[in-house]
C-alpha cells in the first residue's frame, strides 16, 4: 500500500520535510501545503460537492469541487489534475491560479485541526463534462449557478476553508471572470 504523503513548511512557505497524511491531521496539525480547486463549466456553473460521510476531517460538509495535497516534488497542475480524477473521474481541464496566497487554519467539532497554505485553482471544463464521484472521497455533486454559491459560504454546512475562499472569491466577481492570478505568489514549496 502507497502511504501518501504532505509536505510540511515552515514560516516562509518553504519545504522542510514531509509527514504521513493520515497520522497528520490532529488536534496538533502542522502547518503544510495543500490546495482547493473550483470547477466551472462554459456556462458558468460552479461543482460544488459534498465530502464523503467516511472522511476523517470534516464529513459531510459542503466545499468546493475537490482539494488535495500535493505530494513531495509535485507541482500544482499536476496535483490538480490528479485529484480532480481521482475524486471525480475528470480527465482534463484548463487551469488558472486564482487565489495562490490562500491560507487558512481551522478546528472541526473533534478538535482535528486543519493548517494549510492552501492555494486556489479554477479548472475550466466543457458544459457536457461528465462527473464521475468517488464515493469514498464525495457523497454529492451538484452543479450550482454563483448565486447559490455564495448563499452556501453564509451557510453552517459549508466546510470553514470555503467560507474564507468565498470572502476572496466573491469580490471578483463570476468564475469565469475570475483573474489568472499566474504562479508568482505561490509558496517557494509549489511549482505551477
Request: charged share 25%; proline share 10%.
Amino acid at each position: 500500500m502507497v502511504v501518501e504523503e504532505i509536505v510540511l513548511l515552515n514560516a516562509d512557505d518553504e519545504a522542510v520535510g514531509t509527514a504521513p497524511k493520515n497520522t497528520s491531521h490532529h488536534r496538533d496539525t502542522p502547518y503544510h501545503l495543500a490546495f482547493s480547486c473550483y470547477v466551472v463549466d462554459t456556462e458558468g456553473r460552479v461543482l460544488i460537492t459534498r465530502r464523503a460521510l467516511g472522511k476523517r476531517t470534516f464529513p459531510g460538509v459542503w466545499t468546493g469541487s475537490c482539494c488535495g495535497h500535493p505530494a513531495p516534488g509535485e507541482g500544482l497542475r499536476d496535483a490538480v489534475l490528479r485529484r480532480l480524477k481521482d475524486e471525480l473521474g475528470m480527465s482534463d481541464a484548463a487551469l488558472t491560479s486564482v487565489l495562490p496566497g490562500f491560507r487558512y487554519r481551522a478546528v472541526a467539532g473533534d478538535g482535528t485541526v486543519e493548517n494549510e497554505r492552501c492555494p486556489v485553482v479554477r479548472a475550466t471544463v466543457p458544459a457536457d463534462e461528465a462527473v464521475h464521484p468517488n464515493p469514498d472521497e464525495v457523497e454529492d455533486a451538484e452543479w450550482w449557478s454563483w448565486e447559490r454559491c455564495v448563499e452556501l459560504a453564509g451557510r453552517p454546512e459549508a466546510s470553514p476553508w470555503y467560507r474564507l475562499q468565498l470572502a476572496e472569491l466573491a469580490p471578483l466577481g463570476a468564475p469565469p471572470d475570475w483573474p489568472d492570478a499566474g504562479p508568482a505568489g505561490l509558496p517557494p514549496a509549489l511549482a505551477w
